[in-house]
């Protein structure tokens, strides 16, 4: 009902940047916390960052002051700035949303991810 398609990962060298986008597309009535989590191979899913429908921010310690978060309401699409990326940054990046669909379900929904390499 709810679909997220991520964008903007890729390799990049350490001390680079890219900006990943996230947009979500469906038979939506509202979206509301989003988010973004990365997995490296053999860790468990950590939080990257998340940012609420008025814009308050929430981030992990590791990327506090290297990335941003930001949306824009009217196209339902979340992006995350990375700047100074280290090679321990490296993973699989996934967008989260907490959004209600107009059949009234409201639950969390996860794109399929996008790999980040950053090479030292």
């Known amino acids: 009902q709810v679909q997220l398609v991520e964008s903007g990962g890729g390799l990049v060298q350490a001390g680079g940047s890219l900006r990943l986008s996230c947009a979500a597309s469906?038979?939506?009535?509202?979206?509301?916390?989003m988010g973004w989590y990365r997995q490296a191979p053999g860790k468990q899913r950590e939080l990257v960052a998340t940012?609420?429908?008025?814009?308050?921010?929430n981030y992990a310690d590791s990327v506090k002051g290297r990335f941003t978060i930001s949306r824009d309401n009217a196209k339902n699409t979340v992006y995350l700035q990375m700047n100074s990326l280290k090679p321990e940054d490296t993973a699989v990046y996934y967008c989260?949303?907490?959004?209600?669909?107009?059949?009234?379900?409201?639950?969390?929904?996860w794109g399929q991810g996008t790999q980040v390499t950053v090479s030292s």
């Open positions: 989260n949303a907490d959004a209600m669909a107009i059949t009234a379900i409201r639950r969390a929904y």
């Open positions: 940012i609420t429908s008025g814009g308050s921010t």
């Open positions: 469906g038979r939506i009535f509202r979206v509301n916390d």
